[in-house]
């Protein structure tokens, strides 16, 4: 149980184009989830959090207006990032909380995209 | 916000010996300390996690200790075998929500 599945699993795009990565629990309701980018060879940063039904809290230095996040159902939160730049290029992994007061996250496979 | 240090960054050991990987955290109020896995383009794994109403836990191979006065905790596994090689994140639970702070993570090689 607890599956999170992410789509497109990689995406290619061209500067100053916008790129939507879903992620969804596949067998369970998942009242926050969220949005995670890793650079290459470096750790996991936390960009922000996903409630359902509410806006999403960013992390410092995370801009809201260029990464879009969208909850609208207890088993989809989407991410967006707009006007997308090379710099943006990363692999972008959603998690989700199954069942609150348990603090496990389960994890989705993850988006890489590639901005050219 | 939480600061877990991770170290060593790089780790090799021979196939059959013992690895350990030692993270340290910053808030006291953390509560919840897993370990992933994480292999080349894949998402992190949860490989064991530790409560800190606990000081150890195990799990065949891999155990975890908790020390919660020097705020550290480290990732022991025994008996090391090829396919245990992967990137290991330590992480822990920062303030009183969900959010997770990531070590740096460790590349763990062992060599067969």
């Known amino acids: 149980g607890a599956v999170v599945s992410q789509h497109p699993s990689r995406v290619i795009c061209k500067s100053g184009t916008s790129v939507k990565i879903e992620c969804r629990s596949l067998d369970f309701q998942a009242t926050t989830m969220f949005w995670y980018r890793q650079f290459p060879k470096q750790s996991l940063m936390l960009m922000a959090t996903s409630n359902e039904g509410s806006k999403a809290t960013y992390e410092q230095g995370v801009e809201k207006d260029k990464f879009l996040i969208n909850h609208a159902s207890l088993t989809l939160s989407t991410l967006t990032v707009t006007s997308a730049h090379p710099e943006d290029s990363s692999f972008y992994i959603c998690?989700?909380?199954?069942?609150?007061?348990?603090?496990?996250?389960?994890f989705g496979p993850g988006t890489r995209l590639t901005v050219t | 916000g939480e600061n877990v240090e991770q170290h060593p960054s790089t780790l090799s050991v021979q196939e059959g010996d013992s690895a350990v990987i030692k993270c340290t955290y910053s808030?006291?109020?953390?509560?919840?300390f897993p370990w992933y896995k994480q292999e080349l383009g894949k998402r992190p794994q949860l490989i064991i996690d530790?409560?800190?109403?606990?000081g150890e836990k195990k799990d065949q191979r891999i155990a975890v200790t908790l020390n919660k006065t020097a705020k550290h905790f480290s990732l022991h596994i025994t008996e090391t075998q090829p396919e245990d090689s992967a990137v290991y994140f330590c992480?822990?639970?920062?303030?009183?929500?969900?959010?997770?702070?990531f070590g740096a993570g460790t590349t763990v090689t062992v060599r067969a």
């Open positions: 998690s989700a909380i199954a069942e609150p007061p348990s603090r496990e996250q389960y």
């Open positions: 530790i409560r800190s109403n606990v």
């Open positions: 808030d006291s109020a953390s509560n919840y």
């Open positions: 992480a822990a639970i920062w303030s009183n929500d969900y959010k997770l702070s």
